[in-house]
Every structure is written in structure tokens, then in C-alpha cells.
């Protein structure tokens, strides 16, 4: 069920993502989808705004007493906690005492709620928010079920950046011309590693990918590199040399 | 990149040339581009030996006063689209994250008359020799379809510009100009592996794919496949005759 869940969770993501769509739209899509897959009971999204204050960019319901929730957090709260170490924090009952944040503790506890979990959405070095997740029963979230909550705070990151790049005209054209010179790039790097190594093209490219993967580099990095010959050729001829290997057949 | 578009553009290029009767020469594809795209001057940066760059052509004064700036200030749209490789588009130049992106040449920017600048490199690759400066004294974005024109413009001079080199290195006096970019994988793997045989950079190792074609009479698409097939090397001495 949970598995079932999840598949069809990030097939529907992946549509939006895809498809383009409105950021607002798709952080409530979000929202709704954190209640089912991750069995919580209400879900909200959390972007720190020009001034460094959070707000709610979308939910599982508009339900006031919840909304109530996210903007008690926007300045000081666990949710507020999370975003400013960027590490997921967990309330994991409102009733034991003491309470971090009891004035938080207390209208989450009258609104019904058991336990709090935020889980920071970055940016590499940057935090831009937090999701917030509510479940009615009190206790802490499991290890996998907080990895996969990890996992949407991700896509809720990349869904932004996405509708950043769309509405952006700018950006627009640098992204595709980015996407164009990167693979003049590459042809270039092809050409100077197959002479280099005396390779054909494939695997000059199955080379550059190998190596690009492996060290966990852009592939436009690599090609640079090879171009300006500030690469270790003798790791690039290794890395090629075991391709044409595995290509050959066995006697 | 379609080939409408290029058609499109060459052929505006080519009228407009015609018109005021002069050659197509990357001069006057400045001169055209500023009817085309609808902005008010252009400017064309060539990267030297140096590396610091100097100003080849400006359709105006404005066009003249931008490129002294970036030269002289170090800073600004063209100087970061030349370095990164990538277009930069100023649409409102004095809008308050330009002016910390870019805090000196802003303010004698907009002093010189300029209120949005847009840059487009002279790029194919690893090969980047320059860049192509539009501007226009009201502030406002470029439509999509005037940045697509933008980057065939830039494209076009920078085959225009390679034509050039390709003339110089032959020493020849005609070799009739067509700014016909060339998108092809094969030319561009040609020049990677020219480069290694021969021991020069990759905008050398194009020019000499070029003049070797134009010398052998034949198409530069052919001589990149039979330098892929390695059916063809070149030398670092092999300089064909000039025609």
C-alpha cells in the first residue's frame, strides 16, 4: 500500500514538474500528497520570504485552526527551528512537559494534533524553508518514513526552482542556451579524447560520462577539463580502457 | 536552431547590406541587427590575445561609451556574459539588483544613455571570442522571439568572424563571406581532434578545418568526416596553398 502510494505519488509529481505548472498549485499537489503517502494527518510548506519570515506557500486544507498553526511558526516555533539549522525537528507530543515552544504546543494540542515534524527543504548550501507535518497520534515519524518525508521536501524544492526558471524569461534563455553549448562542448571533448587515446567517438563519450558519473561531475565540467587539458589523463585512459575491455569478447 | 530563422535572418542581414550598399561583413550585421531585434545600437566585444578584450565595431556613441566602461571598469553585463559564456539580459539596467550586481558601470551606463543592455557570446563550445552588445535607451525585456533572433545574429558574426581568420590564414584576398553557421557534430569533433594534432587551440583548429576545406575546395562538413574517419591528418606545418 505505502509502496503503491509513493509510486504513484512521484509519477503524478513528475507529471507536474513536466508539464509546467503555477508553484502554488503544485506545493499544495505536495501538500496533499505528504497526508497520503506519509500516513500524517496534515501537511503544510514553508518558504522563508524577503524579510526572513516564513510563510505557508501551500497545504493539505485550508482549514483555519491549521493555517493558525503555520503562522504562529513564522518567526520563532519548530518549524522556524528546522529552517535555521537545517535539520528536521521533531515535536514528538504536546503534552509532556517542558514544552520548547508551549504557547505553539498549546494551540496545536486544542486543534487536536499528537506530534509535530519539520523537515528542512535546501537549496546545496541554502535553506529556503521547511515542511511541516502533523500527525493526530503522538510519537516520532520512522527512520524510512522520514527519509521519504525528506524526499518531498526535495521535490517541493526543485518544483520551485523549476517554476522560477519557467516564469523567467531570462533564465529561459540561458537554460536552453546553457543546454546547447554544453553539447557543442562535448562534441569538442569527444574529438580531443579520441585523438588523445586514439578511441573512437563512442567511447570517447562513454568515457566522459564514466568518469563525469563516477567523481559525481557535470558532464559540460568534464568536456571543459578534457579541452583545456587540466584533467588526469591517466585515470581518463583507465576509465577508457576498461570500457573497450568489457567490449571485447571473450576468447 | 531552425532553419527559418536563420534564412530569416541572413536574409534581412543581406538586404540590409545591399541596401546601403556595402558587403556582409560583421560590421554590418551590427548595423542590421538593430532594426531586426528593435533596439537602439550594438556592439560588437572581440576577445584579443590579452584576454581583456577591445571593441571591433559600435553602430553609435552609446554603443562606443559601453564598451570604454567595461573595458576601464572591469565589470557590467558583457564582462560577465564573456565570462561565463552564457547571455546576459539587462532589461531594466537601472533596477536595484543590477546596480549591486554591477555598481560603478550602472550608474555611467545610465549616465551614457543606456537603460537596458543585452548581451549574446560569440560562442560555439569551448571556442568563445567574443560577445555582442545590444542596447536601448528605454527600459524594457526582449520578446523570446527577439532573443532567438539575437542569438542567430551572434552565431551569423561569429561565422562571419571565422571567415576572417580563415582569409587571413590563407592569405587570401576573396574568399566570399556566407555566415552560414555550422551546427554539424562532426565539424565539431573534427576540431577537438585537429587540436591535438596539430597542438593549437580549438578557435585555430577550427580556422584551419575551414581554410583546408576552402583551399581542397571542398565543404568543411566533408573535411570534418574525413578527419573523424581518420581518413585525413593534419600537421602542425600542413599550411595549404592559397588559391
Known amino acids: 500500500m505505502f509502496t503503491e502510494n509513493l509510486a504513484e505519488t512521484f509519477v503524478e509529481l513528475a507529471d507536474t514538474l513536466v508539464a509546467g505548472f503555477d508553484s502554488v498549485e503544485f506545493m499544495h499537489l505536495l501538500a496533499d500528497r505528504c497526508v497520503a503517502t506519509l500516513e500524517v494527518d496534515a501537511a503544510g510548506i514553508l518558504l522563508v520570504d524577503h524579510h526572513g519570515e516564513l510563510r505557508v506557500l501551500g497545504s493539505s486544507s485550508d482549514r483555519a485552526r491549521l493555517l493558525e498553526l503555520f503562522e504562529l511558526q513564522h518567526r520563532q516555533g519548530p518549524c522556524m527551528e528546522c529552517y535555521l539549522t537545517s535539520e528536521p525537528v521533531t515535536v514528538a507530543s504536546f503534552t509532556t512537559s517542558p514544552q520548547r515552544w508551549p504557547e505553539f504546543s498549546a494551540v ?13 527543504m535546501r537549496l546545496r548550501e541554502q ?19 522520514l527519509r521519504v518525508a525528506q524526499a518531498m521536501a526535495d521535490v517541493a524544492t526543485i518544483g520551485l526552482l523549476q517554476a522560477q526558471i519557467i516564469s523567467h524569461r531570462d533564465l529561459l534563455a540561458g537554460q536552453l542556451q546553457h543546454a546547447l553549448q554544453s553539447r557543442v562542448l562535448i562534441e569538442q571533448a569527444k574529438g580531443v579524447l579520441a585523438e588523445r587515446l586514439q578511441i573512437d567517438m ?35 585512459t583507465a576509465v577508457a580502457e576498461a570500457r573497450s575491455s568489457a567490449r571485447r569478447p571473450r576468447p | 536552431m531552425s532553419g527559418e530563422r536563420l534564412a530569416k ?69 558583457c564582462e560577465d556574459s564573456v565570462r561565463s559564456g552564457m547571455p546576459v539580459l539587462a532589461g531594466d539596467l537601472d533596477s536595484w539588483d543590477n546596480d549591486l550586481r554591477w555598481p560603478l558601470y550602472v550608474r ?62 590563407l592569405e587570401a584576398e576573396v574568399l566570399p563571406p556566407n555566415g552560414t553557421p555550422l551546427s554539424r557534430a562532426e565539424v565539431h569533433q573534427a576540431t577537438g581532434m585537429l587540436s591535438v594534432q596539430m597542438g593549437v587551440s580549438m578557435d585555430e583548429a577550427l580556422v584551419r578545418l575551414r581554410a583546408h576545406a576552402f583551399a581542397h575546395d571542398k565543404s568543411v562538413v566533408d573535411v570534418a568526416r574525413e578527419i573523424v574517419g581518420r581518413r585525413l591528418r593534419l600537421s602542425p606545418e600542413s599550411r595549404p596553398d592559397p588559391r
Open chain 1, 108 to 120: 496545536a494540542k486544542d486543534a487536536g494534533f499528537g506530534a509535530l515534524h519539520a523537515v528542512p
Open chain 1, 127 to 145: 535553506t529556503v524553508g521547511a515542511l511541516n507535518l502533523f500527525t493526530v497520534e503522538e510519537g516520532a515519524l520512522s527512520e524510512p518514513m
Open chain 1, 202 to 236: 563512442s567511447t570517447a563519450f562513454e568515457t566522459l560520462r564514466r568518469y563525469a558519473r563516477s567523481h559525481n561531475y557535470y558532464l559540460s565540467t568534464v568536456a571543459e577539463d578534457v579541452i583545456a587539458g587540466t584533467i588526469d589523463m591517466a585515470e581518463l
Open chain 2, 9 to 77: 535572418v541572413l536574409a534581412h542581414l543581406a538586404a540590409d547590406a545591399a541596401a546601403r550598399g556595402v558587403a556582409t561583413s560583421c560590421e554590418a550585421a551590427c548595423e542590421a541587427c538593430v532594426s531586426l531585434i528593435g533596439v537602439t545600437g550594438a556592439q560588437l566585444t572581440l576577445m584579443n590575445g590579452t584576454g581583456r578584450g577591445e571593441s571591433r565595431y559600435a553602430t553609435n556613441d552609446i554603443g562606443a561609451q559601453l564598451e570604454n566602461l567595461r573595458f576601464t571598469l572591469g565589470e557590467g553585463p
Open chain 2, 108 to 169: 555611467s551606463a545610465v549616465a551614457a544613455g543606456a537603460r537596458a543592455v543585452f548581451v549574446f557570446p560569440l560562442r560555439s563550445g569551448a571556442i568563445r571570442i567574443g560577445a555582442l552588445v545590444l542596447h536601448r535607451t528605454s527600459p524594457g525585456p526582449l520578446t523570446q522571439e527577439q532573443i532567438l533572433d539575437a542569438h542567430v545574429v551572434a552565431d551569423v558574426i561569429l561565422s562571419l568572424l571565422l571567415d576572417e581568420l580563415t582569409m587571413a590564414h
